[in-house]
C-alpha cells in the first residue's frame, strides 16, 4: 500500500539498512541487527521482490534522497536494481560502505550511472588501526584494506561523477589520530565525523573499551581544523545529535528509532504501509535539521579542492 506524497509528514532523507551480513566486525558497529536475525528474519534481508517494494514506498511518499546502508549493502545481489529503482523514482541515491568489494570488475561499470554518492566507511589512515577495530575483513586473517585501496575507490569514483563522503567513528581506539592527509587526499565534499554511539542489543558487549567523552571527540574534530580550511565540509556529530535524528529502515522493512538507548521498530512498511509505520517511532525534526541533516545533496560543490580532484 502506498500514500500520497502530502499525507505524511516525513522528512527528506532516509537510511535503508537493507542487508544484516557483513564482511568485517567492527567492535563499534551500531548496526549489527542480531536482533532482528534472531526474532523476525532469519536470513538477514528481505527477498528481493519486497525489498524493492519497500523503496518504491519510500520513493512514493516524497523522501528526496535514500541511502542503502547495512551490514555491508554490496553483499546483496540486487543492490544495483534497488538503486536503479530508486534513482528512476527521482531519488538522489547514496551508498553507505566498506569498500572492500566497490571495485569488482564491473560492479561501478554496472551501477555507477543511477548512484549520485558513495560514503566510505574510514575510521583511520593506519590500517593496524583499524584491525584492532575489526574494521577488517573476515575470514582474510583479519586483513585491513590498504589506504591506496581507499584512493583508487575515490579515483574510480571521480572518474564516473559519483560524489564522495567519508564517515568516520571516532573511538578510544583513533581518538588521537591525524586524518588530513588522507582526507586531503580522497577529497570527499563531505566529512562526517560519529562519537562512538552505545546502543543496547547492538553493540554491548563490544563497544564499552572504545567509548570516549564529549570532550575527547571534540579534540579530535578539532584537529582537524585544516581539513575544513581546505573546503571540505566537516560535520560533526556526538551522541546527542545522533539520537533520534535519523529516519531509518531496519532489513526486515521496518522503521526504527534509537531513542530509548536500544532500537525499537515499528510495523512493517509493507504491511501498513509509511504512515501508519512511521507513527510508531519517534523523529526528533529540529535535532535532525540542527545536525546538519538537510543539505544541498543535489546542487555539485564548488569548492576548488573538490572541483579540482573531480576534474573540472
Known sequence: MGESKASVALPPSVNFHLWEPCNMRCRFCFATFQDVKQTVLPRGHLPRDQALAVVEQLAAVGFDKITFAGGEPTLCPWLG??????????LTTMLVTNGSRLLAPGWLDTHGSHLDWVVLSIDSADPRTHERLGRSIAGQAGRALAVAHYLAIAAELRRRNVRLKVNTVVTAENADDDMGDLLLALGPERWKVLQVLPIGGQNDGTVESLLIDEPTFRRYCARHQRVADAGIAIVPEDNEDMTGSYAMVDPAGRFFDNTAGHYRYSRSI???????????????????????????????????????????
Request: hydrophobic fraction near 40%; proline fraction near 2%; avoid cysteine.
Open 270 to 312: 509493507l504491511s501498513v504501509g509509511v504512515a501508519d509505520a512511521w507513527q510508531d517511532i519517534r523523529f526528533d525534526t529540529q535535532r535532525f535539521e540542527e545536525r546538519g541533516g538537510v543539505y544541498d545533496w543535489r546542487t555539485l560543490a564548488t569548492n576548488p579542492l573538490v572541483q579540482l580532484r573531480l576534474g573540472r
Open 81 to 90: 536494481e534497488l538503486i536503479e529503482l530508486a534513482k528512476q523514482r527521482g
